[in-house]
RNA sequence: GCGCGGGUAGCUUAGUCGGUUGGAGCACCCGGCUGAUAACCGGGAGGUCGCAGGUUCAAGUCCUGCCUCGCGCACCA
């Protein structure tokens, strides 16, 4: 058993990485995990991270929690098994590569060769690995980045495969459209995520436009802001419960701006609310009625050209939407069914044609219009405000005066590309989907089961994200990612592989009916261009080829639980016994992220659950509380602090700046205040323990005397410990690990340093064995271990140095002080035998009546202080006694509220008049439900009472009446002040009904004895100061000489005390004389005193 | 625009069921204490509890509206 060595002077940084060594040496990750084998497994999921970006302190924030988590359940005995992930697919990638080729279109990606591309897409996704290695180990995050999930791996890559293949099967996958912003230069779609970059504001023209219903002699007025979209009109929406009239023209108008116009006697059609808004003539109000009237009315196309009927029968006709409001234009919605989400599913529902009349690069179709065709179609909103406007209208079927009613500038945002910054088309793209909205309700009910934190986020930001769940639209007209493995005949027969072998039996059957095809060996890659070169063939003899779009990349990670293991292919028995998983824990933007993913996944595929419990973060904002971002330029480097207070103070001070969810400011201030605040002192704690428990040979195994026969004070501070700790840990489990950990912080600074340490200093002085050392030994070396123990999840390196030097044994192999639940008997994740475990908790013995005595005491002292400052007595000079009047009995503490106080002797007075007078309260709790409205009255009865004892000894007699209200003794509060006087302070202790008040009371008489006393103090304490700026060993003698001049008598038995107390082999006092000229000098209360040490 | 979460001293924050004197820490000032560390103790200064209404005997706390910051959604005719 080790007997602790001598602590040495703090470096933070030169612990920690030694301690990396020593970890690395040991295997020491493995071995946590493996001395739990026979435990019960808690599941942890790693959130893959993409290791093409550099690693910020943001990433450290989730890392510290996801590690303490991992560790702390570890410390309870449970298996905790961490597997690194890596996500390695996506945009993020390719654009990073673009950027840097410089290929800024897909036509150019795919000259430069589409193999050649995804290589480097291949590579730059391990630009940064070495840097997370590097973050991810030197703040002591233990995951298993050897043997790393990846999702660019053919056997990931497979199991997403699987994955997709068993929805197919499902008919939970289907081909569709979706309306996406697109660049038709680049000929890419963008995520919201791009997209949110790239907004900016423009000014464009925005058009009211005349429809000419068919059978009457009125126009419907509609408004868009995008006039390139009217030729592929097929249809208007109007709010079923919004009114809308029907007016004439009047007059002309007056000051006409622009193009368009309407001809006296004109009849239009818009909602009621916006006529002030959008009229510009005079006009009669012919009828009002609800948008349902319109419905189902046909009216003119204005390029009847442009989109065949094909068969719809809605074609051109009003069709009704809830979502139409009167906020802007006329309550009417122009409906082009290809470049409008809101468009797209109307006329999906309503069985629009869906037509493109805008090609893919941007340019209108052939046969839209001959003045449009073939034209960019940014640049023709002039051309077709022309055609509007001319007499009859486009179509020659409108009014004389045209079928533009007006043009207005608009400005709004509007998504711009965030490369070749033109203007987005919305643009309805072929598109796979995940038929999500027919598992809704699995959804929510497993969403139910899960246990957030915090609550909030599970019930409002993602229940809502689910409650409104959409088809989740999974393809990605991209090259670096999952490719989608269907395969499409032109008419629309469909195969989807689930595995290599699938896709290899496919491939041969295709060569048996003749289509010629590239060798399937039974490692190809899985990855474009290879997969797209295989043709099946279908049922029928016809080819297929294979979709050419690649998946979403929060597929591939929402596959991680299984993927990881490649299951089914391999591993089955490890995945199935790890699923669901117990935790996972990211930051709360990837609420629709991965947390969505993971859920979306396990649901589709499996109908299960994906995990139990989610710790949502918050974001990490910088000081200034900005997002932390790349292009805003103010990420903080972890190193910065890594190299400088250390990861523990990093991660301690992550975890104490507020609760897990909240946004955190990261103030780097904050870290060294940490790092000063908690570490130092805890250091100090352990080098004072350990500096003696070195020199006395103390060993923590031999002669443990029993808790109770050691001191108070002693059991005391272990009472605290395991109140703290009890509390602690109660934290953990409801998340609160911030107010865990600063509760624990400030047990240590206060508890332990500043109260328990500094008065237990002068027992270790003591160079004999004695019985009260050894408790002290004993209990300082029992606290260290629980406390290391307990920081041992959140600051991992120096409690493992302490703990080690104090036990010879690591701090992650050892237990969690309040007990190992996860390696009982039948033990679960979940469940667990209470009592048996609460019997392994290894805290020390509670004594609360201790506690609050120790309270109580600390008060007094304080109050002490107090006085002496209000009386201008110094703190040195001794007082003959103190009184303490009231409160419960505190006799256990005396000796050390004397020394605290200064005083020579502690007495209890019972007589609480001889220094205080009773001052009365009301109490507004009872009192108020009583008094009602007289409240405040029957409260000034009582504050300002002429006699309160009087007052007082009535209502306790009983039948007390003010204003009519029944008195009796809880409607008051009995406060105290002291008698004009005294020197005296009272304090209240606790709080309502328990609340008590103690007061103490000082005697400020001076003696002979007592002046000489506090002289002593005084010049001891001058050549203490001496002594250390002289840099005199402690054990080193010294001669001492003092001079004094108009002073107090110094009796013998003072300066017997002076010479011990400072280690003076001789000392001289005199009372005249000269000092010679090098003498030290003080003065205090006007006595004068030199001195000199050598 | 909709939803969620914030706004408390110069800064970081605590504040429970509404209870009459809103606590800490950092920084500042004064004093004390120290063989006690980047310390500790006492005191001081510093607050329109985002703003405005309302409910109540009583509002930082509950209600309504607004302002503002962050995030998410929708950006839409």
């Known amino acids: 058993m080790a007997q602790p060595n001598a602590a040495g002077d703090l470096d933070a940084v030169a612990l920690e990485?030694?301690?990396?060594?020593?970890?690395?040496?040991?295997?020491?990750?493995?071995?946590?995990?493996?001395?739990?084998?026979?435990?019960?497994?808690?599941?942890?999921?790693?959130?893959?991270?993409?290791?093409?970006?550099?690693?910020?302190?943001?990433?450290?924030?989730?890392?510290?929690?996801?590690?303490?988590?991992?560790?702390?359940?570890?410390?309870?005995?449970?298996?905790?098994?961490?597997?690194?992930?890596?996500?390695?697919?996506?945009?993020?990638?390719?654009?990073?590569?673009?950027?840097?080729?410089?290929?800024?279109?897909?036509?150019?990606?795919?000259?430069?060769?589409?193999?050649?591309?995804?290589?480097?897409?291949?590579?730059?996704?391990?630009?940064?690995?070495?840097?997370?290695?590097?973050?991810?180990?030197?703040?002591?995050?233990?995951?298993?980045?050897?043997?790393?999930?990846?999702?660019?791996?053919?056997?990931?890559?497979?199991?997403?495969?699987?994955?997709?293949?068993?929805?197919?099967?499902?008919?939970?996958?289907?081909?569709?459209?979706?309306?996406?912003?697109?660049?038709?230069?680049?000929?890419?779609?963008?995520?919201?995520?791009?997209?949110?970059?790239?907004?900016?504001?423009?000014?464009?023209?925005?058009?009211?436009?005349?429809?000419?219903?068919?059978?009457?002699?009125?126009?419907?007025l509609a408004w868009t802001t995008t006039p390139w979209t009217l030729p592929g009109n097929v249809g208007l929406a109007v709010g079923p419960e919004v009114t809308y009239v029907r007016v004439k023209v009047t007059a002309d108008a007056e000051n006409w701006q622009g193009a368009g116009g309407a001809s006296i006697g004109e009849e239009l059609i818009l909602a009621k609310d916006l006529m002030k808004e959008v009229l510009r003539h005079h006009a009669e109000v012919l009828e009002e009625f609800p948008g349902s009237e319109l419905v189902g009315k046909a009216y003119e196309p204005l390029f009847p050209d442009a989109v065949p009927r094909g068969d719809s029968q809605t074609a051109w006709t009003i069709?009704?939407?809830?979502?139409?409001?009167?906020?802007?234009?006329?309550?009417?919605?122009?409906?082009?069914?290809?470049?409008?989400?809101?468009?797209?599913?109307?006329?999906?529902?309503?069985?629009?044609?869906?037509?493109?009349?805008?090609?893919?690069?941007?340019?209108?179709?052939?046969?839209?219009?001959?003045?449009?065709?073939?034209?960019?179609?940014?640049?023709?909103?002039?051309?077709?405000?022309?055609?509007?406007?001319?007499?009859?209208?486009?179509?020659?079927?409108?009014?004389?005066?045209?079928?533009?009613?007006?043009?207005?500038?608009?400005?709004?945002?509007?998504p711009h590309c965030w490369r070749t910054d033109h203007p987005l088309l919305y643009y309805a793209m072929d598109s796979w989907?995940?038929?999500?909205?027919?598992?809704?309700?699995?959804?929510?009910?497993?969403?139910?089961?899960?246990?957030?934190?915090?609550?909030?986020?599970?019930?409002?930001?993602?229940?809502?994200?689910?409650?409104?769940?959409?088809?989740?639209?999974?393809?990605?007209?991209?090259?670096?990612?999952?490719?989608?493995?269907?395969?499409?005949?032109?008419?629309?027969?469909?195969?989807?592989?689930?595995?290599?072998?699938?896709?290899?039996?496919?491939?041969?059957?295709?060569?048996?009916?003749?289509?010629?095809?590239?060798?399937?060996?039974?490692?190809?890659?899985?990855?474009?261009?290879?997969?797209?070169?295989?043709?099946?063939?279908?049922?029928?003899?016809?080819?297929?080829?294979?979709?050419?779009?690649?998946?979403?990349?929060?597929?591939?990670?929402?596959c991680a639980s299984f993927a990881q293991w490649h299951y089914p292919f391999e591993n089955k028995d490890t995945f199935e016994s790890s699923y669901p998983i117990d935790y996972i824990c990211e930051g709360v933007d990837q609420t629709r992220g991965w947390f969505y993913t993971l859920l979306a996944v396990s649901t589709t595929v499996f109908d299960s659950i994906s995990y139990k419990r989610c710790l949502s973060l918050g974001l990490i904002l910088d000081a200034e509380g900005k997002k932390m971002s790349k292009s805003k330029g103010n990420i903080v480097d972890p190193w910065d602090h890594f190299n400088r207070e250390g990861a523990d103070a990093t991660r301690w001070y992550m975890v104490t700046a507020g609760a897990p969810w909240s946004p955190l400011k990261f103030d780097p201030n904050g870290v060294r205040e940490t790092y000063a605040k908690m570490f130092l002192t805890l250091w100090n704690v352990y080098k004072f323990h350990a500096d003696y428990a070195a020199l006395d040979g103390f060993d923590p195994e031999k002669s443990a005397n029993d808790v109770?026969?050691?001191?108070?004070?002693?059991?005391?501070?272990?009472?605290?410990?395991?109140?703290?700790?009890?509390?602690?840990?109660?934290?953990?489990?409801?998340?609160?690990?911030h107010k865990a950990c600063r509760d624990l912080e400030d047990f240590v600074v206060n508890d332990l340093s500043n109260w328990y340490v500094r008065r237990s200093r002068r027992r270790l002085w003591d160079e004999a064995e004695n019985e009260d050392k050894a408790s002290c030994q004993h209990t300082l070396h029992e606290i260290l271990v629980v406390i290391c123990r307990l920081m041992a999840p959140i600051s991992p390196f120096m409690v493992d140095v302490i703990h080690r030097n104090l036990?010879?044994?690591?701090?992650?192999?050892?237990?969690?002080?309040?007990?190992?639940?996860?390696?009982?008997?039948?033990?679960?994740?979940?469940?667990?035998?209470?009592?048996?475990?609460?019997?392994?908790?290894?805290?020390?013995?509670?004594?609360?009546?201790?506690?609050?005595?120790?309270?109580?005491?600390?008060?007094?002292?304080?109050?002490?202080?107090?006085?002496?400052?209000?009386?201008?007595?110094?703190?040195?000079?001794?007082?003959?006694?103190?009184?303490?009047?009231?409160?419960?009995?505190?006799?256990?503490?005396?000796?050390?509220?004397?020394?605290?106080?200064?005083?020579?002797?502690?007495?209890i007075e019972q007589d609480l008049n001889r220094f205080q007078k009773v001052e009365l309260a009301p109490n507004f709790r009872t009192l108020a439900p009583k008094a009602r409205a007289e409240v405040n009255a029957v409260s000034n009865e009582i504050k300002n009472a002429q006699n309160p004892d009087e007052m007082l000894a009535a209502i306790k007699a009983g039948g007390m009446q003010i204003l009519g209200v029944d008195i009796d003794e809880n409607d008051v509060e009995i406060r105290r002040a002291e008698r004009d006087g005294f020197a005296a302070e009272t304090v209240t202790i606790g709080q309502g009904e328990d609340a008590f008040q103690v007061s103490l009371v000082l005697d400020m008489q001076d003696t002979p004895l007592l002046?000489?006393?506090?002289?002593?103090?005084?010049?001891?304490?001058?050549?203490?100061?001496?002594?250390?700026?002289?840099?005199?060993?402690?054990?080193?003698?010294?001669?001492?000489?003092?001079?004094?001049?108009?002073?107090?008598?110094?009796?013998?038995?003072?300066?017997?005390?002076?010479?011990?107390?400072?280690?003076?082999?001789?000392?001289?006092?005199?009372?005249?004389?000269?000092?010679?000229?090098?003498?030290?000098?003080f003065t205090v209360d006007g006595i004068s005193v030199q001195f000199t040490v050598e």
């Not at 089961?449 to 994200?465: H, I, L, M, S």
């Not at 399937?520 to 003899?541: A, K, M, N, Q, Y």
């Not at 001191?711 to 609160?736: K, Q, T």
């Not at 002046?1011 to 050549?1023: P, V």
Request: hydrophobic fraction near 35%; include cysteine.
């Open 433 to 558: 989907f995940v038929r999500m909205t027919a598992v809704k309700e699995r959804l929510i009910e497993f969403n139910s089961q899960t246990e957030w934190a915090p609550d909030w986020v599970g019930e409002g930001r993602f229940g809502e994200w689910i409650r409104n769940v959409k088809d989740w639209a999974i393809s990605r007209e991209r090259y670096w990612g999952t490719p989608i493995p269907v395969w499409r005949s032109e008419d629309g027969q469909m195969k989807c592989v689930g595995s290599i072998a699938e896709l290899q039996q496919e491939v041969a059957l295709a060569v048996a009916a003749g289509f010629e095809n590239p060798d399937c060996p039974d490692d190809v890659d899985l990855h474009r261009p290879i997969v797209d070169e295989f043709t099946f063939v279908s049922d029928d003899g016809k080819p297929m080829k294979r979709e050419p779009f690649v998946m979403d990349c929060w597929f591939d990670s929402g």
């Open 1011 to 1081: 002046l000489s006393k506090g002289l002593a103090r005084d010049i001891t304490r001058r050549i203490q100061a001496k002594r250390k700026e002289m840099d005199f060993e402690i054990e080193a003698t010294i001669d001492l000489q003092v001079w004094l001049q108009n002073a107090p008598e110094m009796f013998e038995s003072d300066q017997t005390w002076i010479a011990t107390e400072t280690r003076s082999a001789a000392a001289v006092f005199h009372s005249e004389g000269q000092a010679p000229a090098n003498a030290d000098s």
């Open 708 to 737: 109770s026969s050691r001191p108070a004070l002693d059991r005391w501070i272990l009472s605290r410990m395991s109140s703290v700790a009890s509390e602690y840990h109660n934290d953990f489990v409801s998340w609160n690990f």
């Open 807 to 907: 036990t010879g044994q690591p701090v992650h192999q050892a237990a969690w002080p309040l007990g190992v639940p996860g390696s009982l008997e039948g033990a679960t994740s979940d469940e667990w035998d209470i009592e048996a475990a609460a019997a392994t908790a290894t805290i020390p013995p509670v004594d609360k009546k201790l506690e609050e005595t120790m309270s109580l005491v600390r008060e007094l002292a304080e109050a002490g202080r107090r006085i002496r400052v209000d009386a201008g007595r110094r703190q040195r000079l001794p007082c003959a006694q103190g009184w303490i009047v009231a409160g419960p009995d505190v006799s256990i503490f005396h000796d050390i509220l004397a020394e605290e106080l200064n005083v020579e002797e502690i007495a």
């Open 17 to 220: 990485t030694a301690l990396l060594e020593t970890w690395g040496q040991e295997n020491a990750f493995q071995s946590s995990i493996d001395s739990r084998r026979s435990g019960a497994p808690f599941i942890f999921l790693e959130g893959p991270p993409t290791a093409n970006g550099k690693p910020g302190i943001h990433h450290v924030v989730a890392r510290a929690y996801k590690d303490l988590v991992c560790r702390w359940k570890t410390m309870e005995g449970f298996l905790v098994e961490r597997k690194g992930g890596w996500d390695t697919h996506g945009l993020p990638v390719e654009i990073e590569v673009q950027k840097r080729l410089d290929l800024m279109s897909n036509e150019q990606i795919e000259s430069f060769g589409m193999k050649e591309f995804n290589q480097a897409c291949r590579e730059s996704v391990w630009t940064y690995e070495e840097s997370w290695r590097e973050m991810t180990e030197r703040m002591g995050y233990w995951i298993d980045l050897d043997n790393p999930y990846v999702t660019l791996d053919n056997n990931y890559v497979e199991s997403c495969w699987w994955a997709l293949k068993q929805m197919f099967s499902k008919d939970l996958l289907y081909r569709g459209h979706k309306v996406l912003p697109y660049c038709p230069q680049t000929g890419t779609s963008y995520s919201s995520h791009e997209v949110a970059q790239g907004y900016k504001e423009v000014e464009e023209p925005s058009v009211y436009v005349k429809f000419k219903l068919v059978d009457q002699d009125a126009s419907i």
């Open 319 to 414: 069709l009704e939407a809830d979502w139409v409001t009167t906020t802007d234009g006329t309550g009417v919605v122009h409906t082009a069914v290809m470049y409008g989400e809101d468009d797209y599913n109307l006329g999906m529902a309503a069985g629009l044609p869906a037509h493109h009349t805008v090609e893919m690069n941007g340019s209108f179709c052939k046969g839209v219009h001959p003045q449009l065709d073939g034209r960019y179609v940014k640049e023709c909103d002039g051309t077709i405000i022309e055609l509007l406007s001319s007499p009859g209208g486009s179509n020659g079927k409108g009014p004389q005066s045209g079928l533009l009613y007006r043009e207005k500038l608009y400005s709004h945002d509007y």
